[in-house]
């Protein structure tokens, strides 16, 4: 069994991914429009608020992890709130670059900061409204 985790935009999948790509390395595995995936009708038969340049199915990979990825009806498609995309980083630098480009025009949950479990760790949703944690983790040991 394999989890993954898909992502739903009001519109601005192909957005969010070059964001992606621009600032985490993603690499774009696949990418199809409701337009170049258009069944039986065309694209004239697209859910209400969604036009044939929207993204119908997406498949990305960032790191290690592949994620899918769609453009839903704008109405339909909420911002996540309780689920967080977790990045790990092995440097605070790169901590603090991850953090500072992705939370730009977004909504700061947790600035970016020292705890007692990471180096450096902050919470964030993107201006695509996908919810983050960058963390660059303490060593921990066992705990009583």
């Known amino acids: 069994m394999k989890l993954t985790t898909y992502l739903n935009f009001p519109g601005t999948c192909s957005e969010a991914l070059d964001f992606y790509v621009k600032h ?6 696949m990418k199809g429009t409701f337009g170049e995936m258009a069944g039986p009708g065309g694209p004239q038969n697209l859910p209400p608020g969604l036009k044939a340049e929207h993204i119908l199915h997406a498949q990305f990979q960032i790191g290690d992890t ?30 603090e670059r991850i953090y500072n480009a992705l939370s730009d025009g977004g909504e700061v949950i947790m600035k970016i900061d020292e705890t007692f479990f990471a180096h450096r760790f902050g919470q964030f949703r993107d201006k695509f409204g996908i919810n983050w944690m960058v963390i660059h983790e303490k060593p921990m040991g066992p705990r009583n």
């Open 24 to 29: 985490l390395g993603a690499k774009i595995l």
């Open 66 to 95: 592949k994620l899918m990825a769609s453009d839903g009806p704008p109405e339909r498609v909420e911002p996540m709130r309780s689920a967080y995309l977790t990045l790990s980083v092995d440097s605070n630098e790169e901590a």
